[in-house]
């Protein structure tokens, strides 16, 4: 079967067998990707289980939830729980740290998700997915303590998210590289269709909420108001926008043809360190950006080396290629 055919579990035992990553991780990841078909197919038909629209809760974030939110949330749970080595779960969906069982030797894998990135889409009918990360600890802890979840990006494993688009696809890396395998209709598979996905070092596309220009700090509005300036303005050629609302469309855009994806704290969102989660988004869409070759910070630090105070923290996020990552840094020093 030619390479670019090859399923998503002939891929895994491909890299157990010569990259060295564990079995274990191998059934996880399968399991992961289980959860992960489901919850396409609860998308896909939403409409017809009229399961599109709020939930009567709402999450730590304070955003009210959606059903498909915490259908998602219980598959990846679900799913999860099949590995004796996940010790525990941190969700997006879930104020508290999951612990799987209550004895001294939990585990030592910790699962970081966010079971439905960008649920607001879903009543407009665009696409939307799942984040994962995956840390295995290498030092003894003890099943109840909050604080043994706290890992930096640079201790994940692997990371990974599914994207329910057109088609769905999942995106992984074991840090060899990033790979995008399609799911089948029909055969069910997810097929290898995007090998070594690599983002372009330089970008004329960037994405950022436009309409908190008034929240931004100066370098912010200064690189924004260069971008737009195009072929007249510091930066000598045009630029285009996009703006998903949903960071898994906007990086799987940003990991096929390159660009820029932003974030950034502003005067809105400071006091909570920004909009995005660190740990169930950031570290895992940043280990896969360094990945394929592209860069991801905070506006000047790496954002897996960020070490964090509680699971649910947030963080400024600039992230794609490695070139304009590097020159919005550049602002944040001069202006
Ligand atoms: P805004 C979705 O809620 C999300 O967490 C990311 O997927 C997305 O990039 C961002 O928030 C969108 O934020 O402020 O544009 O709605």
Known sequence: MPEHQMTFRQFLLNDYRHKGIEKDLVFLLEDIATACRIISNHVRSGAFSNNLGAAKSTNIQGETQKQLDLIANDEFVRHCSNCSRVAALVSEEVDEVYWLKDDPKPGDYLVYFDPLDGSSNLDVNLSVGSIFSIVQIKTEIEAGDADAVLRRGMEQICAGYAIYGPSTALIV???????????????????????????????????????????????????????????????????????????????HRILTRGGLFLYPADKGNRSEGGKLRLMYEANPMAFIVEQAGGAATDGRDRIVEATPTSHHQRISVVLGSIEEVKLLADYHAKH
């Open 173 to 251: 890396t074991t840090g060899n590289g990033v790979n995008g395998f399609t799911h089948q209709q029909g055969t069910g598979e997810f097929r290898l269709t995007f090998p070594d996905m690599t983002i372009p070092e330089t970008t004329s596309e960037f994405a950022i909420n436009a309409s908190r220009y008034r929240l931004w700090d100066d370098s912010m509005r200064k690189y924004f108001d260069d971008c737009i300036a195009g072929e007249a303005g510091p930066r000598g050629r045009n630029f285009n926008m996009r703006w998903t609302a949903s960071m898994v469309a906007d990086v």
